[in-house]
Structures are given as C-alpha cells and as structure tokens.
C-alpha cells in the first residue's frame, strides 16, 4: 500500500468537482502506517480513494476485503480505528492533519489477513450454529469461548490507554416545526412553514445544504439538481426564523417529539410541537455472488465520490441498474473521464427519457433483461476486475452467461427503501406498495409529517411539492395558519425506481445480503427452514439487520427472501423493528457535561453589588457569603453570629413552591406526605417529610393552610419538580378533587431571622399583628409588607426567631431593598448559604440528599416525629412499617468530638466500628455559637445513645473519636425560635 506522489491523489479530479473540499489546504495522515495527503474537507475514505487506495477494513465473519459502499455511513464497510478510538466511519470521518488510522478486524496485517482461512471452513459455520454448538452441545464452550472471545467486536480498547477525553455538552433546542433532512423536500418544506410564521429548525446530515440535489443527475446537462440546490438553499438562509444545523443528526424519535440531535460534541435536546421526516431513502444493493467485492458500490457513492470530493471512482465501470439514476451515473462517469463497459439494465424494455437517450448517443453498450452472475477479483479478493452477465429467465433466476466485462469499478443501481427510521420510532406504519415495490408509510402519527423519497414521492417537482405540503400541515399543526394550502404531487415518480427482486442466487453462492454479518443468501434460507419463518424471529437467529447499520441495506431483501420461501404475501409483511439510534451514539454524548438552565432570584443583582460569592444551588444561583475569598471561613462565623445575636436577611426564593387547591387538599397532602394534615388549622403550618414506595426519604418542607381548600406547599430546591411529578402522578391514579401548581417561578422569598427580625418586620408591616399571641411559631398570614402583598411564614430552619416573606417574584428586589433599609438601625446584615447551613447544623435540622440517601427511611434518619402512626395510608408507608419490624441497621446521630483538637471531620468520613464500616458523617463544621465541632453522622444502632462513642476515620485514615448527644445542639427547648 503507497501513497501517490501527486498532489491530491492520482484519482483527484479537477475542479470545479469536489464541493466539500478545500483544494488550498493540504492535510497528512496515515493508513496502516502509510502516508497520504488529502484535502481539508475530505473523509479518511474519499482521500484514500483519490490515493487508489480502495480497501479499508475487514468483514467481520469472513474477513473479507471492504470497501467503500455508501460514501454517507450507512453501512459498516469503512469502519476504522483512529487511535484509541475504534468503528469510525471512513466515508463520514474528516481527516485531521497527522491523523493515525488503522483498519479494523484483521489477524497479523490488512492486506495479509490471516483471518481469511474462516471463508475456507464456511461450510462447517452455518446459520445459528452458535445456538447449535452451545445449546445443544454445552461442553463444548470451553472450547469455544476463547476463540469467540478473540475474535468478538470490531474496533479495539485499549484499557491501559491515559485517555484525556474531549469535552462533550448537551443544550436544549425548542421550535414550533423540526425539519429532519436538508434535501429538497427539506428545503421546500422549512420555507413553506417559515412563511407561516413559524420557528422552524432544520436538521441536515451533511456540512451543505441540499442532499441529492448535490451530486444526483436530474436531468441531461446535470446542473439541474445543482442549480435548484443554490436557490432552496440561499432562500432559506435569509429566512430569519429557519435555525439550520448541518452536521448534524437526528438519531431517534422520542414520544411529544423529543428529538434528540447530535452536533459534533454536543447533543442536543429539541422539542418541536411538529416535525417534518423529509430523511430520504436508502438506495439498496443488488445480491449476486461477490457483491462485496471493493470497487462495487452504489451509483450514489460514485456520485458522491465524483461530485462531493473530486474523485475517480475508478477507471472502468459496468453499471447494473433498474432506473433512470444508473443512466445518469453513465453520463456522469463519462465526464469524469471514465470508461463505461456497460449499462446492464435488469428490466426488458426501458423508458425512453432524455437520460436514456443520452446514453445511447454516447455508444455506451445497453444490455437489457440482463443481470450479473458473478463479479470476478484479482489476488485476494482485494479489487473488482470484471463481471459476468445473464439473462433474466424467471424471479431471481438467470440462464446462461451470455457476455464478460472487465472492469474496476461497479455501480449498483437497482432500487430504494424509505430511510424510515424516525418514522419507525414514531409508531409509523409501512406498507409493501406493489407498484412501487417498495415499503411507503400508510399511517403517520398526530404532528408527524413525512415528505420527499421517505414518502415514496421521486420525481424532483413533485419532491418540492411534497415538501411544500408537508410543511404547510406541520405549521398548521403547531398552530400556524397563513396562505393557501399548497397542491400535494399528483404523479410521486416512484414507479419504474426499483426492482422487485434484484436478488440472484449463484450455485456456489457468496452472494451477500448483509455486508455487516457476512450473511448470505443461503443462510436466511436455511434459517427459515429451521422453523425461524418470521422476519422478527429470522433477525435474532441469523443476526440479519442486527450489525452496525441496523439493516439498512438488508432489511428488504430480507423480508422478500422470507416471503418468497414462505408463500406470504408481502403485502401483508414488514420489515423488522427499527429502534432508535438511527445512527450509533458515543458515550461521550450520553454522558457529557448535561447543560442545565441558569436561574436567577429577583435579588441576584443585589446580591452582587454587596460582595456575594455566588454557588449553585439546583438549577439556580445563591450567595454562599458576601464578601472577599480570602476571609471566606471568618464571613460565614461573622454571619452565624449576627443572626444569633442580631438580625439577619436570607434569599430564599429558589425554595419549591406548590398550592394545592380543591375540596380534597387536605386529604391529598396526607397521602402524600408522612404526617397528619387533616386537621391542620387555617392559619397554621407544619412539617413535610416525604417518601417513595420503598419508604427512602426523598424530601421535606412545610405545608401552610390559608384556607380550608388551599395549602401552600414548600418543597427544597432540587426535589420540587421531582415532587410535583409524584404529585401528579399519583393523582392521576387517586382522582382527588385537587389541583396542584407549581408556582416557584411565581414567587421571590426571604427569610428575615434573629432575635431583632419583629421589630424590624414591625417598621414595614402593619396590617398583621406580629406579636407573639397575634402571630406564635407555624403560624402563617397573608398581608403587606411595604405595601407588597405577601404569604408571611413562622418557621424556623435556622433555630431563632424569624419569618419567611413570599412575594410575587417580580416585587423580589423592592421587599429585599424595604427590609434592608428597615434593619438598617439594628445593622442588619445579609447570610448566605454557608451560614445558613452552619446555623441550620445547630438545630439539628437535616438537608435532605446531604444526610440522607437513596436508602434513608424516617427512622434510619431519627425522625419517628414526623411519622402519623395512626394514618391509614401514605406512600411509603407500608415500607417504612416493614423496615421497622426488620430492625434499623444503622441510625443519624448528633455528635461532638471527644477530643477537642481533633481535626473536624469532613462529609462521607467514614463510621467504623472494629474494622467493620457501619455508617459516614453526613454534615459536620465549628459552631461559632457553641465554640467547638458538632455534626451528624449514621452510627451502628448500638452506638446511638447519648454518650456512647464510635470511631471516625478521617484524612490520612486518622481514627478519631465522636460522642453522641442529643440535637438540638443549640436552643435545645427551641426558646428563642418560639418567642
């Protein structure tokens, strides 16, 4: 294998041939340890290819020689490894200067393969034999396991690699009408609904706009696709409200049209109220004997190959066909320089169109009626180097060879299959249209719309058309109404495009319907006749449709072989089940940086201009402390000490925020949560502990009645959608008269705290009696804060005396700057987060997820308070009572530490007690009120008692020593919160 010494390659053709290249930009790279020059823009194969280097890989039972096939990834030919990284798409993959790629699937070299030999035991490896060995002959597996485990998978690992992974993200996307394809039935589609009004997106595969219409002939001076392409493109990209996206890829269908869409390193997350599936169709290969041959490709790929990437194909080419398309292969061939030898034409008598005429004018040879029986090779099976040709006698029979034609080069044309994954995943229904041969969708789903070849429409007019129309109902679907409603084609063009049976069994077969699976014709035969008659069951015993490209190119075939040996009619078959990803995923999109919405309070801005260090909090941002990083630990001890010792002011806005509302309110919240709620006065407020099935704690806050028929209902920052969907959920199977909304988005909130938050709540308060009597601990009243209508809350998270403002959300400033001048003369200062939950570790009160986890009940986690024992029911609860009975295996604990200048221990130091792990610290810090250590920690149950001490490791496997007390730590009869 050598690289040429020609700038390009020897197979590069001259401009203006090439659109995707940059013939200014030269790139190196190696194959197999070889050099080769391309041009930015080419893939690893098309730049072999301009080098005449045609294999690549290996077939993955036979080993056999591959090569290119589509030129668009649709099948497994071209897979690659580019250095730790394996099955890379040769035909999609761009090359990178110094780029090192290795082919894949080989024992010893690529071109000297020892892998070879398992073609010669052919015989002895039928279909299923993998059942047959291992099932019925089970001893036999030790045999066999290290040699299937040598020669499993594709690509290598390597485990040892220091793998410095690229950075990977993902973004959500909304639009009113997704269009999934950019060729033309894309394009006319994206512009009708455009001109609606709608926001439309536009989702393409390829860098360029235009698909087909790039490399594809439609007429006979070949500018016709060209020069459509240019005008659909540039109108949509001066259409303002179309978002276009190439390179990009749609890789599933998800229910409410959730689409998922992979741009390089990002995934994107798209909802669209509508979508248009304008994805094209999948030309689809002849079956004879070595048809896997490198140097047999679909007419598409030499298109693309010449068109898209400047490159020759090859010298000499026969071209089987069944329809205009391999005519205007021919015509493009030969102004590229290439000898045809033949246009060998599976139908009798075809059309006389302007492509086929054209062909006959330049003296290319027609042979009619005729197929190929054979390709012929040279060394290894390593190249094409003729054909040899018969006529069609009957379905999928020939006679005798009747011409040979040495070429290099074959170009299959002979038929199409809708490119309907997406469809598929939508619940789509197809149909065998028997005069079209081909399967066409019947029955889309609401707010799904197909257009172009997917939907069985060829002809480029009524392509446009049908595009147009598409777009025109996706609009009106998501709402959008403007202009007439356009034509949908009268004739589609899909009759005459394939050919029923392009399938031609050869006596000594190697005739190949899977390229993935190296499957033949004789192995579904013979899998149908082990009883797997159905093409779901056939799939799974002869793993056709099962490799990399999902059966892409073996799906239909597949379907007409069962038929056929079945006596079923293909009318009332389908082909197997297509699941998304339509293309394969890398883990890194699955699970690269997940991109989350900023959220900001209506305070955010204040919050800055007073020196915040701001901290994530959920999806939102808080103030961790307010002032320099240097003085970060003395801050947060300032903030404790002055809302223990004066007031304090807190954001508290990204609280979760529910009203429940209905008849069935209270009776709602008593099934939702652990306690009572029944008989909760107006007025009132009270604790929320909540749980799952299996009894774990999954969140708390408090419910605040205001009337008998509403609660409103505080959830923590994280869990309140996760609460809302449970909420909604289990009322859907309840049916309560209830309405539940989340309003947290609705209302800011603060949280004014210390034993001086009255008097200064009492300078901007007046119509709420704020004395002890007129307003105790858990009350809540509705009122006005300086002059702002507000929900006022008596709770106390941080342990003193204080109250909990909700506001609407766009008044969130206005009641922070009221307060803050009102405390002024009391030196009032803002906390944040850090203090917050320092003050809160004081108290005892636990965060939920910080000490708790996916296995916490109420009473792991010391809360048996919190518990109705006398409610029928409540989610949870019969596991909650059942863990009970099983006895606790641990149990949160407060503790100190039994020597004073022992190091503070850090969240998840360990419990042990001997050598045995039993539990971790789940918060622990310095209490300024206090003057040493206090924390939580999970203790083995014998251990929980007051005094009783357990061991702590800590850094550098330090043990220390903690001493359980009771909590509260601080206010331990809750004084000052209830004064």
């Not at 320092?838 to 000490?851: A, F, M, P, T, Y």
Request: charged share 20%; glycine share 10%; proline share 5%.
């Amino acid at each position: 294998m050598t690289a040429s010494n020609q700038v390009g390659g020897i197979n590069r053709l001259p401009a203006p041939r090439g659109l995707l290249i940059d013939r200014s930009k030269q790139v190196s790279f190696t194959f197999e340890g070889h050099s080769f020059t391309g041009y930015a823009g080419d893939t690893i194969a098309s730049a072999l290819a301009a080098n005449d280097a045609w294999m690549i890989s290996r077939s993955f039972k036979y080993h056999r020689p591959r090569s290119v096939l589509t030129m668009i990834g649709q099948d497994a030919n071209t897979l690659v490894q580019i250095g730790d990284e394996p099955n890379c798409l040769a035909d999609k993959r761009a090359i990178e200067q110094d780029m090192a790629v290795q082919g894949q699937n080989y024992i010893g070299t690529l071109d000297a393969d020892r892998g070879r030999m398992v073609e010669l035991v052919q015989k002895f490896l039928p279909v299923g034999f993998y059942y047959k060995t291992f099932h019925e002959k089970r001893d036999s597996w030790r045999f066999w396991e290290p040699i299937v485990r040598a020669m499993a998978g594709l690509g290598k690992i390597d485990l040892k690699a220091d793998f410095h992974h690229s950075y990977y993200d993902k973004k959500y996307l909304f639009a009113d009408v997704a269009v999934i394809g950019g060729g033309p039935a894309g394009l006319a589609a994206a512009l009708q609904a455009a001109e609606t009004g709608a926001e439309v997106i536009l989702i393409e595969e390829s860098s360029q706009l235009g698909g087909s219409l790039n490399y594809a002939r439609f007429d006979e001076t070949g500018d016709g696709g060209s020069r459509t392409s240019g005008e659909l493109a540039s109108r949509v990209r001066l259409q303002p409200n179309i978002t276009v996206m190439t390179s990009a890829i749609c890789s599933g269908w998800f229910a409410d049209n959730w689409l998922p869409v992979i741009q390089g390193n990002r995934f994107h997350k798209l909802r669209a109220k509508a979508v248009v599936i304008a994805t094209g169709s999948i030309e689809q290969p002849a079956v004879f004997r070595n048809n896997d041959l490198p140097g047999i490709m679909m007419g598409s790929a030499a298109q693309r190959l010449i068109h898209l990437y400047g490159v020759r194909p090859g010298k000499r080419a026969a071209i089987l066909t069944a329809n205009r398309d391999g005519y205007g292969q021919a015509l493009d061939l030969l102004e590229a320089g290439i000898e045809v030898a033949a246009v060998i034409d599976l139908r009798l008598t075809p059309p006389q169109d302007a492509l086929t005429k054209a062909v006959q004018r330049a003296g290319i040879e027609i042979r009619t009626g005729h197929a190929i029986a054979e390709a012929m090779y040279i060394g290894q099976k390593k190249h094409v180097s003729g054909v040899s040709v018969a006529p069609i006698t009957g379905e999928g029979e020939l006679g005798k060879t009747t011409a040979e034609y040495a070429c290099d080069t074959v170009l299959m044309s002979v038929g199409y299959s809708p490119a309907g994954h997406l469809l598929h995943h939508a619940g789509t229904k197809f149909g065998y249209d028997t005069r079209s041969h081909m399967f066409k969708p019947e029955s889309v789903p609401a707010h799904v719309f197909a257009a172009g070849s997917v939907n069985n429409t060829f002809d480029l007019s009524a392509v446009i058309a049908d595009g147009r129309y598409a777009g025109w109902s996706a609009a009106k679907d998501a709402g959008f109404e403007r202009g007439g409603e356009p034509s949908q084609p009268v004739d589609r063009g899909a009759e005459n495009q394939t050919h029923p049976w392009p399938i031609f069994p050869h006596p000594k077969g190697m005739e190949f319907v899977d390229f993935d699976e190296d499957l033949k014709i004789e192995d579904l035969i013979n899998g149908i006749h082990d009883g797997y008659d159905s093409v779901e069951l056939l799939k799974r015993y002869s793993t056709v449709g099962m490799g990399p490209s999902q059966g892409k190119h073996s799906a239909v075939a597949a379907v007409r072989i069962v038929s056929r040996e079945t006596g079923m009619d293909l009318r009332n078959m389908s082909v197997t089940t297509q699941r998304p990803p339509y293309t394969p995923e890398k883990f890194g999109h699955l699970a690269g940086r997940i991109f989350d919405p900023e959220r900001r309070t209506a305070m955010h801005h204040r919050h800055l201009e007073l020196g915040a260090q701001m901290m994530p909090a959920g999806l939102w941002w808080r103030p961790a402390y307010y002032g320099a990083k240097a003085d970060r630990d003395q801050i947060i001890r300032d903030e404790v000490n002055n809302v223990r010792n004066n007031v304090g002011l807190i954001d508290v806005s990204t609280l979760g925020g529910l009203d429940v509302r209905g008849p069935d309110a209270a009776e709602f919240l008593n099934r939702m949560y652990t306690f009572t709620y029944t008989k909760l006065q107006v007025g009132r407020s009270r604790y929320l502990l909540m749980t799952d099935q299996t009894g774990v704690i999954t969140d708390d806050g408090v419910a605040c009645r205001f009337h008998d028929e509403h609660f409103y209902v505080t959830a923590t920052t994280s869990g309140v959608d996760a609460v809302y969907r449970q909420m909604l959920q289990w009322n859907a199977q309840w049916r309560l008269d209830v309405d539940v909304a989340n309003v947290t988005a609705a209302y800011a909130g603060v949280n004014i705290a210390g034993p001086k938050s009255r008097e200064v709540l009492a300078r901007v308060c007046h119509d709420i009696d704020l004395s002890p009597e007129g307003f105790p601990y858990l009350g809540v009243r509705m009122g006005t804060v300086a002059g702002i209508p507000a929900r006022l809350m008596r709770v106390g998270f941080v342990g003193e005396l204080g109250y909990e403002i909700h506001v609407p959300a766009s008044y969130g400033e206005a009641l922070w700057d009221a307060l803050m001048a009102a405390g002024g003369l009391n030196g009032i200062r803002p906390f944040g987060v850090e203090a917050q939950r320092v003050l809160r570790l004081e108290k005892g009160h636990i965060i939920i997820s910080q000490d708790t986890d996916g296995l916490t009940n109420a009473y792991e986690a010391d809360m048996p308070w919190a518990v109705a024992k006398s409610k029928p029911f409540y989610v949870g609860g019969r596991s909650t009572e059942i863990q009970l009975k099983n006895g606790l295996t641990r149990k949160l604990v407060g503790f100190t530490l039994k020597n004073a200048d022992d190091p503070c221990p850090e969240e998840c130091h360990l419990v042990l007690k001997g050598s045995t792990i039993v539990g971790r610290v789940t918060s622990a810090a310095h209490s300024p009120s206090l003057k040493k250590v206090v924390g939580l920690a999970y203790v083995h149950p014998d251990d929980a008692q007051p005094g009783s001490t357990f061991d702590i490791k800590v850094h550098g496997g330090r043990i220390i020593q903690g001493t359980v007390v009771p909590i509260p730590f601080f206010d331990p009869e809750n004084k000052r919160q209830e004064m």
